[in-house]
């Protein structure tokens, strides 16, 4: 009877070493982490399409690679499946197909949206230096600039209702400037929110509500 209260005793002490604290039975190891970069995720997006609808006001022959709108709507709905993630209750060992999806849906999402980034830092990377060094004059209201003006045959770059060339050489080249320092937060966001859903499916890194269950048994380490 002693060995056996003993051995009971032991079981209980594990399972409880096992379980989270009192203090933390409603808060996980990473659900606020995940939460910020849901955050950082939904402002960047928004700050990338505002900057890219900005651009394509200047002028309307811009091109959509160049007003990378896109960019910052897809990172909007990232944001929102990070969103749904934190408010999916955690079950251990993914027993529950929905926390699943979702967490392999946010996965490839912040991968499509590095990727989707890095293509953005690209394209404006090029722009910039190319609007740095760009010759504009004002021809009937819109804005012909060339690389060399002394050039015959240098390629011409023409900028329909651009209004003042001021706009393309400075107001425009500033906006390529401020869209590779977003896109660049933007991948690190994003690679750093896969980078969660990786520790969470092989390292147990928690993601989501965590709520304890009425027995410790619930929280026993397998």
């Given at each position: 009877m002693g060995q056996k209260g003993s051995t009971e005793k032991t079981e209980a002490k594990k399972r409880r070493d096992g379980s989270p604290e009192p203090g933390?039975?409603?808060?996980?190891?990473?659900?606020?982490?995940?939460?910020?970069?849901?955050?950082?995720?939904?402002?960047?997006?928004?700050?990338?399409?505002?900057?890219?609808?900005?651009?394509?006001?200047?002028?309307?022959s811009l091109l959509t690679r160049e007003t990378p709108h896109w960019a910052g709507i897809i990172l909007f709905f990232v944001s929102i499946v990070g969103f749904v993630l934190c408010c999916i209750t955690y079950v251990p060992d993914e027993r529950t197909s929905l926390q699943f999806i979702v967490k392999l849906l946010y996965f490839i999402l912040c991968v499509i949206g590095l990727v989707i980034?890095?293509?953005?830092?690209?394209?404006?990377?090029?722009?910039?230096?190319?609007?740095?060094?760009?010759?504009?004059?004002?021809?009937?209201?819109?804005?012909?600039?060339?690389?060399?003006?002394?050039?015959?045959?240098?390629?011409?770059?023409?900028?329909?209702?651009?209004?003042?060339?001021?706009?393309?050489?400075?107001?425009?080249?500033?906006?390529?400037?401020?869209?590779?320092?977003?896109?660049?937060?933007?991948?690190?966001?994003?690679?750093?929110?896969?980078?969660?859903?990786?520790?969470?499916?092989?390292?147990?890194?928690?993601?989501?509500?965590q709520i304890a269950a009425p027995s410790t048994q619930h929280w026993q380490r397998v």
């Amino acid at each position: 009877m002693g060995q056996k209260g003993s051995t009971e005793k032991t079981e209980a002490k594990k399972r409880r070493d096992g379980s989270p604290e009192p203090g933390q039975s409603k808060r996980c190891r990473g659900c606020c982490f995940p939460l910020l970069v849901a955050l950082l995720q939904l402002l960047l997006g928004v700050a990338v399409a505002v900057v890219a609808f900005l651009m394509s006001a200047i002028s309307p022959s811009l091109l959509t690679r160049e007003t990378p709108h896109w960019a910052g709507i897809i990172l909007f709905f990232v944001s929102i499946v990070g969103f749904v993630l934190c408010c999916i209750t955690y079950v251990p060992d993914e027993r529950t197909s929905l926390q699943f999806i979702v967490k392999l849906l946010y996965f490839i999402l912040c991968v499509i949206g590095l990727v989707i980034s890095v293509l953005v830092i690209a394209f404006a990377g090029h722009h910039y230096s190319l609007t740095s060094s760009l010759s504009c004059e004002q021809v009937e209201g819109d804005c012909v600039c060339t690389l060399d003006r002394d050039d015959p045959i240098a390629r011409t770059f023409v900028y329909e209702a651009a209004g003042d060339c001021e706009a393309i050489s400075g107001t425009l080249t500033l906006y390529f400037l401020i869209q590779i320092m977003l896109n660049v937060a933007q991948a690190l966001v994003c690679a750093v929110g896969a980078f969660i859903m990786w520790k969470d499916r092989y390292q147990v890194f928690f993601a989501g509500l965590q709520i304890a269950a009425p027995s410790t048994q619930h929280w026993q380490r397998v």
